[in-house]
């Protein structure tokens, strides 16, 4: 069974100073991954996707994570977080070989950033 | 490109009434979902249709929630009764293919039960 865990639930930084929100998964097959954000009282946006191309996955807002499966995580970073970076985010899984591409949520980080 | 429409945005019902939510997802995709967020919470899948058949529906609590998606585009979601714990944000999202993602999301609704 396929499964997210986010390591931290709320993660704090400085503007201007890197961001590392921490994703590892399980999955018994080649898994697709996701990094999705959420403004408040916004909807869920898609930030990157890694689906077995490069492992280094650049997205938008100058995100990008890196999947490594010997250790099976997908972490997010961000070189210099900006004050418009703060909301929920959620890595997401999905199995390829699954026959029905169920997307599995972590339980989301909050990232805070101060100014 | 439009994106995933959901309505309404906001409803407040009591414990006991019923509660109809609906999504035209982004034209042309195949797979539609429903997810149930609850507050401080990952959104939990509650049914994936591809076209108008159910893919997965192993979450839903078939007792008092139901969905639809007659001819393969829009769809409803049910709730009948509601309970207290049904308060949550219901998104719907779409995706092209089901098997590789990712899922376009809509705004969500936002229900209290009261």
């Known amino acids: 069974a396929q499964s997210v865990t986010q390591l931290d639930s709320h993660v704090s930084v400085s503007e201007g100073t890197p961001v590392l929100l921490r994703c590892n998964y399980s999955?018994?097959?080649?898994?697709?991954l996701f990094w999705y954000v959420q403004h408040p009282n916004k909807g869920l946006q898609l930030l990157l996707k890694y689906t077995s191309a490069a492992t280094l996955v650049k997205g938008i807002n100058g995100f990008e994570a890196e999947f490594k499966k010997s250790e099976t995580s997908f972490h997010l970073t961000k070189p210099s977080a900006h004050m418009s970076d703060a909301a929920e985010y959620f890595c997401v899984v999905s199995e390829v070989s699954s026959n029905t591409g169920k997307l599995i949520f972590g339980q989301g980080t909050t990232l805070q950033v101060k100014p | 490109e439009a994106g995933v429409a959901q309505s309404p945005r906001y409803k407040i019902i009591e414990k006991r009434q019923s509660v109809a939510f609906w999504c035209n997802p982004i034209s042309g995709h195949a797979t539609l979902y429903w997810y149930q967020q609850i507050l401080g919470q990952g959104p939990k899948l509650l049914i994936q249709f591809q076209n108008n058949g159910v893919v997965d529906d192993s979450q839903l609590p078939k007792d008092r929630f139901s969905a639809e998606r007659l001819k393969g585009v829009d769809s409803t979601l049910k709730i009948q009764p509601a309970k207290l714990e049904d308060s949550a944000v219901y998104l719907c999202?779409?995706?092209?293919?089901?098997?590789?993602?990712?899922?376009?999301f809509g705004q969500g609704t936002r229900l209290t039960v009261v």
């Open positions: 999955s018994s097959y080649s898994p697709s």
């Open positions: 999202a779409s995706s092209p293919r089901r098997d590789r993602g990712p899922a376009f």
